[in-house]
């Protein structure tokens, strides 16, 4: 893969690091991810059984950024093939780095070319047939500075079905690429739970490859981090392909969440959805943008993005940017982006019913932020999903 590195590092030269002034970084700070000395983290000692802990996965666990062999299980699964980065096999190595290339119009995305130029450590895996459990990547944090770079290559084959589960703190300040690609038929599903630890700053990229009749679906549940930046970069290029990504972010005081995703429709009848919400008190910020690309010829496209904030305090904010850009006549593409305060009427309505009021405000948050989570297949872990963001109100009530 050097060759894909010193190309990846050519473009970076080329494009530079992220500045303020970038149209696509304005909301938000890329000093904070690329300091020369990485600011130093406080490690948190989890009060909660680990996420994710009733299902039954294939366990990959990465620590400060290393793999972890003692605490993995046995890589071998029927109809998968997981090996390491550092063994990546010759269709992984022809990947490596593809799609972070093709993401990188038209909006340059130079943190993704950086790990593509450094990066040493990930996973690949490549699916035949329907996966017998889901593959969970787990990111234990022990280093206050520590510094990581991830970067994993997926090939999900031609009828093929993986579910991938992603949790943990990971870094101080981390830096994923995940390059997806997704044969005819194939569907990919993919949940992502990110670390409560406060001071961590993150950069995360999902580039994405769907073929004819596939599916890609995705979603991120956010909470607490000073910085966290998630990009998803999306290319359907078979006809009938659907993709559907959705978040869930809350944040209290310094905290910055920034979702930036990109679809392209290249092809006949394919189905897109961005569903965000995200929650902000004491002067949290949170950012959304998001762009859907119908090129010519790619009729019937449906296409639609929804970004919403609540508000729990005069001092938070949110900044949206839904656009839309079509060549192409026989579509339906709608974009919407709204920012409220929980609503007077409900509260009242719960509260005259005998909940209190700490409580009535914990059950309206809990029911705007479900539209996102109910974008996961898998019920059980929608549920787990849930009562984590429970949890993280319930020590906030007060």
Known sequence: ME??????????????????????????????????????????????????????????????????????????????????????????????????????????????????????????????????????????????????????????????????LENGPAAARLNTVMEVDIADKGAFHHVRAMGRDHARRAATHIFGRLGHESTFKSFTMTVNGKLTRNEVVLELTGDDAIAHIAGAAMGD????????????????????????????????????QGKILVKAGAQKTDGYQMSQSLLLDGDSQFYGKPELEIYADDVLCSHGSTTGAIDDEAMFYLQSRGVSKAEAQDLLVLAFLDAAVDEIEDAAIADDIRSRLEGWLARRRD
């Open 3 to 164: 060759a894909a590195r010193k190309s990846a590092l050519a473009r970076l030269q080329a494009m530079g690091l992220p500045q303020r002034r970038d149209e696509y970084w304005k909301y938000t700070r890329p000093d904070l991810l690329i300091t020369e000395d990485v600011a130093p983290a406080e490690l948190l000692i989890l009060d909660e059984a680990p996420l994710f802990d009733t299902v039954e996965r294939l366990k990959i666990v990465f620590v400060d950024g290393v793999f972890d062999a003692d605490a993995s299980d046995d890589l071998s699964m029927e109809g998968v093939e997981i090996s390491q980065l550092k063994d990546a096999p010759d269709w992984a190595q022809s990947l490596y780095g593809v799609l972070e290339e093709n993401g990188q119009t038209p909006v340059k995305r130079p943190l993704a070319a950086l790990n593509s130029a450094k990066a040493t450590q990930g996973i690949v895996i490549r699916v035949f047939g329907k996966a017998s459990k889901p593959v969970s990547l787990i990111y234990v944090r022990k280093s206050e500075t520590s510094d990581v770079m991830l970067h994993h290559i997926i090939r999900v084959e031609k009828g093929a079905d993986l579910t991938i």
């Open 253 to 288: 005081g310094d905290f910055l969440h920034d979702d930036t995703v990109f679809i392209t429709h290249d092809s006949l009848n394919c189905q897109s959805r961005q569903v965000f919400k995200k929650v902000l008190r004491n002067g949290a910020t949170g950012v959304f």
